[in-house]
């Protein structure tokens, strides 16, 4: 049997697989999308190509031989990211388990690597193959070597020899050096000649077949500007020539008999892909690969019914059910068909032919048949806005994946499915394509992906409810996270009256003062420029006005928010650009941009809250954010007036908590002191003034007070001497002290912070006191600068993860008592730590006796929750 060589590029396959696959974690929140797809593809490489040697090369670092000749060969890329960085041990590991050597070598790349193995191979008549998605390695194509590059993530590959390369690419495998040599290439920051795509530089190489004739004959090219491109970088093109030419006499200390590779025992295996969580690539190990587990590139065929009629006889009353649609919206997107699955059957209904079908309305008001939905929210928006109420959900697989996997950041069904080993259904990207270009395929095509969505939903149902189970957060799920949804839904779906003459009144008024402040600065410049051209600004500041230069970029002076702050006390130009730039975003962002989405009809808006998004559970606003409308300005917090209630005699009524997230601290950290204080009602930012600075309450002043309260709710958030000293204008050393004296002061805090990143760093991740997680994979990390993120995410994140909790609870509550009282009064939005609500002025007395009430008893801390009160004809009047 001759010999069969494999050489895979490490970094460049585990680049591609960590791009094309969401970001999964396991159970320890540890990354491992990359090992994953890398490991898949490894699996069928080694099924396809059945190597007797076999080697994965990796690069050493980022300084490489060729850094000698262009120092900044590579310097255009981007910082790896750190989700991907710490997967490269991991894949190391997994392929130590396979017995399948790999190999990186100071100062040169995985491409060096692999063309001296595969030029000895070459030499000896062993058959070769390159696995890579990098087309430099193109140049190794001849008959012993074939180049296999991945071409759509890695789950597609395009196979080069040299009668394929000639046909794809109209070129030998000598002359791609020097094709690259021409185009340059970004990617790498290699410069070849500027224009030169790879249609021009083939048209060259085809007439002059090596770059040495091509000039040669330069002055022979035709096109006046081509000709002199060449001419001026010639020095650039043989430059990138050199970069470009993979180095097959490296002086690697392997040979290709040292690189032998027989098989590998699935139970070395089984162990890490156990631990990295792959369940479905242990089935294929274990030659337990069910109907449902399909390979990567191939779904297995699916049973449905497209539905012409609905019977009541088709609902047994455990159902799952996707209502599709299309676009982020759903409050204006179309339906655009319905999935039913249930263990007997599965169906299709045309969205026409479910919309007017009583039996469908009947089902789906019925609360007594169960339904698992993805997205419970969305589909309760989707269907009201259809003259349908949804009831019976009793699953939600978009909460419960983020309460699974809160880091994930991808958490539609195919992504769901496929970290759960259920590769059943596509992407929707895949079958609609991608923005703008979005299109409903023909209906048969669009049936079977709403099935198989649905399927896979039915299907996961169980397995995801255990893993909950498991976690202890089905009743965080069930009793907390559910309800909230649908409370939300009715939230959105209702939306918030806007005053849009007021708003529109305040534009003018933004305008004029712009146009004031834009001309105050023209008479300081003594010169009239576009205040927001940083090229033009910059000059202003810096060489006419003389201002210090604080920060240079690429193009010029930094003109950025922060470079004007440290400038503000050193000219009155300043403090004037701020306030400008302040007011223009309010304008743009909040003026026009509120104006934009009021819907015509009903004067409302319908912001969309993101459940699902925070790794600390707090909820999101989007389109628009109407958590985030500034209130530091004046002029910010007015924008608030335009938002008033929806009827005649009707008041807006806000609530918010009082030191929410400290009383959280106080409660978990039980230290005596800082209990103490919140249980007699003391000012806590007066009382830590006092322990901080050993003054009596009569001797603290305001900006002790002020310092106090910085400490206090930087110790929240896990605040380090340098973030405190930039909040206080006080140096790193102060700041060190101010924190030392904290701790001495309040010791149960100190012993908090100490265990609780311990016990991260003993399970993986951190619970708020209703038992959502946090992982923290970079907590052991040996990189500093993670670790200390990871350590103050972990002191910080069951204090405002416990603290988001509460106040969805006490919307739950609140709601629900609402209605018992069978009041008018409804909540409206929920910003942070406040409630805004609107009621007929009668039910006023009735509000402040009820809403205090339901946010201070919703849960049982050792220090008592204190919610305040206002309200008025708007949103500003209620403060």
Excluded at 454 to 481: G, P, R, S, V
């Amino acid at each position: 049997m001759s010999e069969k060589l494999v050489l895979i590029d490490g970094n460049s396959i585990i680049y591609r697989a960590f791009f094309a696959l969401p970001l999964l974690n396991n159970d320890k929140g540890v990354y491992t999308n990359a090992v994953y797809g890398f490991t898949t593809m490894l699996l069928r490489i080694l099924e396809e190509e059945k190597p007797t040697h076999m080697l994965v090369a990796f690069d050493a670092g980022k300084t490489t031989f060729r850094h000698k000749t262009y120092k900044e060969y590579k310097g255009g890329r981007q910082k790896t990211p750190s989700e991907l960085s710490e997967q490269f041990p991991l894949l190391k590991e997994v392929l130590d388990a396979f017995h399948i050597p790999h190999y990186q070598l100071e100062n040169y790349e995985a491409d060096d690597i692999i063309g001296t193995l595969s030029k000895t191979a070459e030499e000896n008549k062993w058959d070769v193959t390159v696995i890579s998605g990098d087309k430099d390695l193109l140049q190794l194509v001849s008959d012993s070597v074939t180049v296999r590059l991945t071409k759509k993530g890695i789950s597609e590959v395009e196979e080069y020899n040299p009668a394929f390369l000639k046909e794809k690419m109209e070129l030998h495998q000598d002359q791609i050096i020097d094709l690259k040599a021409l185009m340059g290439d970004s990617s790498d920051n290699i410069p070849g000649i500027p224009g030169v795509g790879q249609k021009t530089a083939t048209k060259l190489l085809k007439q002059y077949n090596t770059l040495e004739e091509l000039y040669n004959h330069v002055d022979e090219v035709t096109g006046k500007k081509l000709q002199e491109k060449l001419i001026t970088y010639k020095d650039d093109a043989f430059m990138s020539k050199e970069l470009v030419t993979i180095d097959r006499e490296s002086p690697i200390t392997i040979k290709v008999e040292d690189i032998a590779f027989n098989g590998y025992q699935p139970s070395d295996v089984s162990g890490i892909f156990k631990e990295l969580g792959f369940q479905s690539l242990l089935d294929k190990l274990e030659g337990d690969v069910s109907a449902e587990e399909p390979t990567e590139t191939e779904l297995q065929d699916i049973e449905f019914q497209i539905v012409e009629e609905i019977h009541e006889s088709m609902f047994l009353g455990d159902e799952s059910i996707v209502v599709e649609t299309l676009g982020e919206n759903y409050h204006q997107t179309e339906i655009e068909g319905f999935g039913v699955f249930n263990r007997e059957q599965a169906y299709f209904i045309p969205t026409e032919i479910a919309l007017s079908s009583e039996a469908f309305k009947t089902w789906l008001e019925d609360s007594s048949k169960k339904k698992a939905v993805f997205d419970a929210k969305k589909t309760l928006v989707t269907l009201l806005r259809n003259g349908i109420h949804i009831k019976g959900i009793t699953f939600d697989m978009l909460l419960a994946s983020y309460l699974l996997n809160p880091s994930d950041n991808n958490h539609d069904i195919p992504a769901i499915a496929n970290r759960m080993g259920k590769q059943v259904v596509l992407f929707d990207e895949e079958v609609y394509g991608k923005g703008a270009k979005q299109k409903v395929p023909e209906q048969a095509v669009l049936a079977e992906h709403v099935v198989r969505k649905t399927k896979a939903l039915f299907d996961l149902t169980e397995k995801m409810n255990q893993q909950l189970i498991d976690n202890e957060q089905k009743e965080l799920c069930t009793e907390l996270e559910m309800p909230l949804a649908l409370i939300l839904g009715e939230i959105e779906h209702y939306g918030v009256e806007v005053d849009v003459e007021r708003l529109e009144e305040m534009g003018i008024d933004l305008k004029s003062r712009l146009a004031e402040l834009e001309k105050e600065v023209h008479e300081l410049a003594g010169e009239t420029f576009n205040l927001n051209s940083p090229k033009q600004l910059g000059p202003i500041l810096f060489e006419k006005l003389q201002l210090p230069v604080v920060k240079k970029t690429k193009t010029g002076y930094s003109t950025a928010a922060d470079v004007l702050e440290k400038l503000e006390h050193e000219h009155e130009i300043i403090p004037k650009l701020l306030l400008y730039r302040q007011l223009g975003k309010l304008q743009s962002t909040y003026i026009e941009g509120l104006l934009k989405v009021v819907n015509k009809d009903t004067n409302r808006i319908h912001t969309r809250f993101n459940q699902a998004l925070t790794q600390t559970g707090r909820l999101s606003s989007i389109d628009p954010n109407l958590q985030n409308i500034p209130i530091r300005l004046e002029e910010g917090r007015k924008i608030r007036q335009a938002f008033i209630p929806s009827k005649e005699d009707w008041i807006m009524f806000a609530a918010d908590y009082s030191q929410i997230e400290l009383r959280v601290l106080a409660h978990i950290a039980n230290d005596e002191k800082l209990v103490a204080a919140f249980k007699e009602d003391s000012d806590i930012h007066t009382q830590t003034a006092m322990d901080v600075f050993h003054v009596e309450k009569d001797e603290v002043t305001g900006n002790m007070r002020r310092q106090a309260k910085a400490v206090n709710f930087g110790i929240v958030y896990g605040i380090s001497d340098f973030g405190l000293s930039q909040n206080l204008g006080i140096t790193r050393k102060e700041a060190k002290k101010f924190i030392e004296r904290y701790f001495e002061s309040y010791p149960g805090v100190k012993a908090y912070m100490d265990e609780i990143i311990q016990e991260a760093k003993h399970q993986g991740y951190v619970t708020t006191l209703m038992k959502r997680r946090r992982y923290l994979p970079d907590i052991t990390s040996r990189n500093f600068n993670l670790r200390s993120f990871a350590e103050r995410t972990a002191m910080n994140t069951p204090i405002q993860g416990s603290a988001a909790d509460i106040i969805k609870k006490a919307m739950i509550d609140l709601h629900e008592r609402l209605k018992e009282e069978k009041l008018q009064a409804r909540i409206l939005l929920q910003v942070h730590d406040e409630l805004i609500i609107e009621a007929p002025k009668e039910e006023l007395d009735k509000l402040k006796e009820i809403v205090p009430e339901m946010m201070e008893k919703t849960v049982d801390l050792i220090v008592p929750l204190k919610a305040d009160y206002a309200y008025g004809s708007s949103w500003f009047d209620a403060k």
